[in-house]
């Protein structure tokens, strides 16, 4: 029963820390982790009190982390959109060729 808490903690933690510093790739992987960890649990003794609480503390952290990567995609969507808008001007603007002045040497 221990180990299974302390699993679930350490899963949450790394969770919020990696959601906190913007890991998304972290968030991935600590993601997949939880996935194994709850599918382990399916096949052992049920879940106790404790455990049913630390599993509910982890789904709060895990929803927090879903909405954190919804907001960042959102803002690469707006990026993106924007990027596309502006594209001719940045395009005209990289391609236009000026008369510069020739660096002394």
Same mark, same amino acid.
């Given at each position: 029963?221990?180990?299974? %808490?302390?699993?679930?903690? +350490?899963?949450?933690?790394? #969770?919020?820390? @990696?959601? @906190?510093?913007?890991? *998304?790739?972290?968030? !991935?992987?600590?993601?997949?982790?939880?996935? @194994?960890?709850?599918?382990?649990?399916? +096949? !052992?003794?049920? %879940?106790? +009190?404790?455990?049913?609480?630390?599993?509910?503390? #982890?789904?709060?952290?895990? !929803?927090?982390?879903?909405?954190?990567?919804?907001?960042?995609?959102?803002?690469?969507?707006?990026? #993106?959109?924007?990027?596309?808008?502006?594209?001719? !001007? *940045?395009?005209?603007?990289?391609?236009?060729?000026?008369?510069?002045?020739?660096?002394?040497?």
């Amino acid at each position: 029963m221990a180990k299974r %808490l302390d699993a679930l903690a +350490s899963a949450a933690t790394r #969770l919020r820390a @990696a959601t @906190a510093a913007r890991q *998304w790739a972290a968030v !991935g992987r600590v993601d997949g982790e939880i996935a @194994a960890l709850l599918a382990s649990f399916r +096949s !052992g003794c049920p %879940l106790s +009190s404790a455990e049913r609480q630390a599993v509910e503390a #982890l789904a709060a952290v895990h !929803g927090l982390a879903r909405e954190a990567c919804a907001d960042e995609a959102a803002r690469i969507g707006r990026r #993106l959109a924007e990027m596309c808008t502006h594209r001719d !001007g *940045w395009m005209a603007y990289a391609l236009t060729d000026y008369d510069l002045p020739e660096p002394r040497t």
